[in-house]
């Protein structure tokens, strides 16, 4: 069974980066048929998808989110990592990380999700 | 970007009763969509994909149809574990945009 598992502080100081990890079991995240994403939530808020790789690397990132935002994945652990540099208060959310179905050339739905972690920015 | 609408923002229905929520597109997304079903506290959870295909291990009572702009998810009989907030997410194009939610809530 896929489980996807994130981890991270969950209080980051105004300026600094947000440093979050997602840990794939279940399933080799060396698959070229997903792309791993993250998503978050602000508090009583609608999802805003954030930014989504392939495990070889060039990932797609949300533009509103002035690029902030770097997605690498390690093989190696079976991981992959989210970095927000410059935070402010408007980033304080749930961050939820994802399995994002490729094929054919495009890529779809995301079908398995971790169960998210709040991270508060605040001084 | 692709702006998703999704209508109504709340949905009051009693248990054992029709739910249709509908999500329209900014610009053709072929069947390029999927919804979600989120609980309070919980990750969203995939129902639908390619606009009309149940995610494996969700009930019949859920089905999804329409194509290009105009999109709606059934559910045919409410049960408890429905009230939920429901979003549609577009897959056409980068980047990834959902709606704004809609909340199916108790009558």
């Known amino acids: 069974q896929l489980q996807l598992q994130e981890s991270g502080p969950g209080l980051v100081e105004p300026s600094e980066t947000l440093s979050l990890t997602c840990t794939v079991s279940?399933?080799?995240?060396?698959?070229?048929?997903?792309?791993w994403g993250w998503t978050r939530q602000a508090p009583g808020k609608g999802l805003e998808w954030i930014g989504s790789?392939?495990?070889?690397?060039?990932?797609f990132h949300n533009p509103s989110l002035n690029s902030r935002v770097t997605i690498s994945v390690d093989t190696s652990k079976n991981q992959f990592s989210l970095k927000l540099n410059s935070v402010t208060a408007a980033d304080t959310a749930v961050y939820y990380c994802?399995?994002?179905?490729?094929?054919?050339?495009?890529?779809?739905?995301?079908?398995?999700w971790g169960r998210g972690i709040l991270v508060t920015v605040s001084s | 970007e692709i702006v998703m609408t999704q209508s109504p923002d709340t949905l009051s229905v009693s248990p054992g009763e029709r739910a249709t929520l509908s999500c329209r597109a900014s610009q053709s997304l072929n069947n390029n969509l999927g919804w979600y079903q989120q609980k309070p506290g919980q990750a969203p959870r995939l129902l639908i994909y390619?606009?009309?295909t149940r995610a494996t291990g969700i009930p019949a009572r859920f089905s999804g149809s329409g194509s290009g702009t105009e999109f709606t998810l059934t559910i045919s009989s409410l049960q408890s574990e429905d009230f939920a907030v429901y979003y549609c997410?577009?897959?056409?194009?980068?980047?990834?945009?959902f709606g704004g939610g809609t909340k199916v809530e108790v009558k």
């Open positions: 790789s392939p495990y070889y690397g060039g990932a």
């Open positions: 390619g606009a009309s």
């Open positions: 997410q577009q897959y056409k194009n980068w980047p990834l945009t």
């Open positions: 279940g399933a080799s995240i060396s698959d070229s048929s997903y792309y």
């Open positions: 994802a399995r994002q179905h490729c094929g054919g050339g495009g890529c779809f739905h995301f079908d398995y």
